[in-house]
């Protein structure tokens, strides 16, 4: 059970036994109602996003208990609703649709998987409900979306793409081969990076699309072409691990192009798993590095001891439960936006919907801090999209090592929607 149930059912219990104010504990006394606050999570707790999903629930619920600590939102207490859509579209849209209607959820955030967000977004705009995605497609920012939908903690795959590309071109090569999921994200990997190394006097000589629910990939792999000076990956899913043994044997002992991955494609994988040898060397781009760096903050620190995540990025339970690290800080980050934007509307209910996205909307960024452990940020109001500095690490001894961050300002690309004009 849940500690968000558990705490409303105890609350609940107390209103029962003498009222309100003596009900409350001390630390939610002055809030003007006893009422919790109810966040909708939509959850990938099944389908190809299941990886994640666990994590990300794990996430929720460690802010969950950071953020009741310390007195919830608004002198209330907060609970979130989670809510499986399976990784599907479809089940998406009727899952909004559940979050709003039957839980009477205040705002709803969460979803990861690009298709999944692209086919719930619209419900949540016809609902006139704040839809907070902790995503990296260019769905946000492009226009493609709706007022209510943001994407405030983490940012998306045209920024990762345009700060990376010039490292890739200057340091592995000019001549690039992308592996891509078949679906949204990785179609905004294909455009995004082929724009980015072409700007920086690169080329890229093949494409490689592979369905997201594919299960073998040794034959994709002869599509590479010979004069492949770098081969850029970005996979996801389940079957990641067997994606990359079978790249290592399709290579085996033969010369390779340098290779530059996403690591999603290692998201949940250890590192040491056996065949992943051939990795060593090689580069990934981290939204947030795995693996404990020499000049970690105190609030990195603190973030990774709250989800019990070891040095090494697995379960401090569990050293074979390795995390989704590069993109759960999302989650955490984005319950903080939640608050503060909550904070900064004064909000009391669902009348208050559309002073919170305002209230988000004016905000211009934050300092690394333990709200925003991953880094610092800047926040454009207009396209409703976070821009953050981005890491990228060396394969070394079984470890991901950062040899290069990325300043927030390479990931910057001209604006393609102002939300702000646009009516509620």
Request: proline share 5%.
């Amino acid at each position: 059970m849940s500690q968000s149930v558990i705490h409303r059912r105890s609350l609940l219990a107390g209103l029962a036994a003498g009222g309100a104010a003596l009900a409350l504990p001390a630390r939610f006394a002055s809030a003007q109602s006893a009422a919790p606050i109810k966040l909708g999570f939509q959850l990938h707790r099944t389908g190809i996003g299941a990886a994640y999903g666990r994590w990300y629930e794990r996430t929720a619920q460690a802010a969950l208990k950071r953020l009741n600590d310390a007195g919830g939102i608004n002198g209330r207490p907060v609970e979130i609703h989670f809510e499986d859509d399976g990784t599907d579209p479809k089940r998406g849209s009727e899952v909004v649709e559940k979050l709003a209607t039957q839980a009477k959820c205040d705002l709803i955030f969460g979803p990861l998987f690009s298709h999944v967000v692209i086919g719930s977004a619209p419900r949540a705009g016809e609902l006139k409900i704040p839809y907070l995605v902790c995503s990296e497609g260019f769905h946000v920012a492009s226009g493609a979306l709706n007022r209510w939908a943001m994407q405030p903690g983490i940012s998306d795959v045209r920024a990762q793409c345009t700060s990376v590309a010039p490292f890739v071109t200057q340091n592995l090569g000019k001549k690039v081969t992308l592996i891509f999921p078949d679906y949204a994200f990785g179609h905004d990997h294909r455009d995004y990076f082929s724009e980015a190394v072409k700007a920086q006097g690169g080329e890229v000589v093949g494409m490689v699309a592979i369905p997201p629910t594919e299960t073998s990939f040794t034959r994709y792999f002869p599509r590479i072409p010979r004069e492949t000076e770098v081969i850029y990956h970005v996979m996801i899913g389940p079957a990641v691990l067997t994606f990359v043994k079978e790249l290592g044997q399709f290579y085996g002992k033969r010369a390779r192009p340098e290779i530059f991955g996403f690591i999603d494609s290692l998201e949940a994988v250890d590192l040491n798993s056996p065949g992943l040898e051939f990795l060593e060397g090689t580069h990934f781009w981290e939204g947030h590095c795995r693996n404990l760096q020499a000049d970690a903050s105190e609030h990195e620190k603190a973030y990774r001891a709250a989800v019990g995540v070891d040095d090494n990025g697995a379960s401090v339970s569990d050293a074979r439960d390795v995390s989704t690290y590069g993109h759960m800080f999302s989650v955490w980050e984005t319950l903080s936006v939640i608050r503060q934007g909550m904070e900064a509307a004064g909000y009391q209910g669902p009348a208050d919907r559309q002073k919170f996205v305002e209230a988000v909307e004016a905000m211009t960024g934050w300092e690394e801090s333990a709200d925003h452990p991953q880094g610092r940020k800047v926040f454009n109001g207009k396209t409703h999209q976070v821009f953050a500095e981005q890491a990228i690490s060396k394969v070394e001894g079984g470890k991901l090592i950062r040899v290069h961050k990325t300043a927030i300002e390479d990931s910057f690309y001209p604006d393609a929607v102002d939300y702000t004009t646009q009516s509620f």
